[in-house]
């Protein structure tokens, strides 16, 4: 199936009627989208599993031990309030592997030492408005944290200043920033998909075509060219850019 859009551009339907919710929050979006915008169910087994003995089983796998626990963020007596982050809604880890950005549901930002654990910065402010996305450029110093709020934030990583903000116009569920591009790609509950210059904080270009919030996930090729997203219509789209 075929899906028209304004811009002279056609998206073709890949999936049917079968979706997810993955994530364990309500997000403060606006009425008409007041839904679970995705939620992680913890799977339970079946009673065919638990007959069958299966559901023994499971306990001779050994769980592996993390080799760092970030504890920080919880705020130890006495500590900056700023560390406080509430849940965690996004993870994304910087080009040299040193740092992890920490996104939270109360709309704070952490950078955090993949070596010790300590918060290098915490950039944003606790607005209530969740960080639904998190990814780091690898041509410049750059992080850019998705919102519900409608806003993409570009972060400095080395003065960890504000740069520049995106605007679209409602929340915000997924961004990817491709390695070696300086193109970021976004997906809202706006029903819109976008494409930015990071250097310039300019709308490069717009694809409509999902006829409910795009909230399924987004996906892009390594050339950047062709990009798939999933709605709450039910449907993933292909598009080429």
């Not at 990814?135 to 944290?145: H, V, Y």
């Not at 006829?211 to 709450?232: E, F």
Request: with cysteine; net charge positive; aromatic share 4%.
């Amino acid at each position: 199936m075929d899906v028209e859009d304004p811009f002279g551009n056609s998206a073709t339907s890949i999936l049917g009627p079968h979706r997810t919710l993955c994530r364990r929050r309500l997000l403060p979006l606006r009425k008409e989208h007041r839904h679970l915008l995705r939620r992680r169910k913890s799977h339970k087994l079946g009673p065919a599993v638990r007959s069958s003995g299966l559901e023994n089983n499971r306990t001779r796998y050994q769980i592996p031990t993390p080799f760092l626990v970030v504890t920080g963020l919880t705020r130890p007596v006495g500590a900056d309030a700023r560390f406080e982050a509430g849940p965690l809604t996004s993870l994304a880890i910087n080009p040299s592997s040193t740092v992890v950005a920490v996104g939270s549901q109360e709309g704070l930002t952490h950078l955090v030492s993949l070596q010790n654990g300590t918060i290098l910065a915490t950039l944003g402010a606790k607005t209530g408005d969740s960080i639904e996305s998190l990814a780091f450029a690898t041509t410049l110093p750059l992080l850019a944290a998705a919102s519900v709020d409608s806003r993409i934030y570009l972060y400095d990583t080395q003065s960890f200043r504000l740069r520049n903000s995106l605007s679209h116009d409602d929340a915000v569920t997924a961004i990817v920033l491709p390695t070696g591009s300086v193109e970021l790609t976004s997906t809202s509950i706006d029903r819109t998909v976008r494409r930015w210059d990071i250097r310039t904080g300019l709308e490069i270009a717009r694809r409509t075509g999902h006829q409910d919030a795009i909230v399924g996930g987004l996906a892009i090729s390594k050339d950047g060219k062709t990009v798939v997203t999933g709605g709450d219509d039910t449907v993933a789209l292909v598009w080429g850019f």
